[in-house]
């Protein structure tokens, strides 16, 4: 069965976007090889993103390189968001519900990684009890204000565990 992988890179003082959502810091990143994240896209079955982050900014917009994985990703999305489009892209679904959203990327997903993309989203997911993982790559800048790994103020104490034999920081949800 899907997990439900919460990934993102962030600057070091944990930010995975700037002001207004910009992405345009994470450019200059993306160029390092990454093994792990390689691994990852090869077992991600479906991404699960909010709407700001499914029509959002792009670090590699405009280029070959646009879209999840820096244009790699090919595989079903669903969306969560309120205001669905009346004529959806291919290979995209919306949903308005946090459950059926999930289910539905579930089911794409077979036995591979379900992937939540969007801080809102996996800060629903992790309330929900839904979200089994997160793994968090970290750039060497400090971006000052923007959006927060996950902001989740008033909420409740996560333990988290390091998987064993894994890259740092990622890490099991506890339950």
């Avoid at 879209?67 to 949903?95: I, K, N, S």
């Avoid at 993309?117 to 089994?132: E, F």
Wanted: proline content about 6%.
């Amino acid at each position: 069965m899907a997990k439900l992988l919460y990934s993102a890179t962030a600057s070091l003082d944990g930010y995975i976007a700037g002001p207004r959502g910009d992405m345009s810091w994470l450019t200059e990143h993306l160029t390092m090889d990454n093994p792990t994240a390689d691994r990852i896209l090869a077992n991600v079955g479906a991404i699960l993103a909010g709407n700001r982050t499914f029509g959002g900014d792009d670090p590699n917009r405009g280029t070959e390189k646009e879209g999840a994985f820096g244009g790699r990703y090919q595989g079903p999305v669903v969306v969560l968001t309120h205001q669905p489009p009346t004529d959806p892209a291919e290979g995209v679904t919306f949903a308005d519900d946090l459950h059926s959203a999930v289910a539905q990327a579930k089911e794409a997903a077979g036995d591979k990684y379900v992937n939540v993309l969007g801080a809102d989203v996996a800060k629903q997911c992790l309330r929900a009890g839904l979200l089994d993982e997160i793994l968090i790559f970290f750039a060497p800048v400090l971006l000052g204000d923007g959006v927060r790994i996950l902001d989740d103020p008033g909420g409740a104490r996560v333990r988290l565990t390091p998987i064993p034999g894994e890259t740092a920081n990622w890490y099991t949800v506890d339950r």
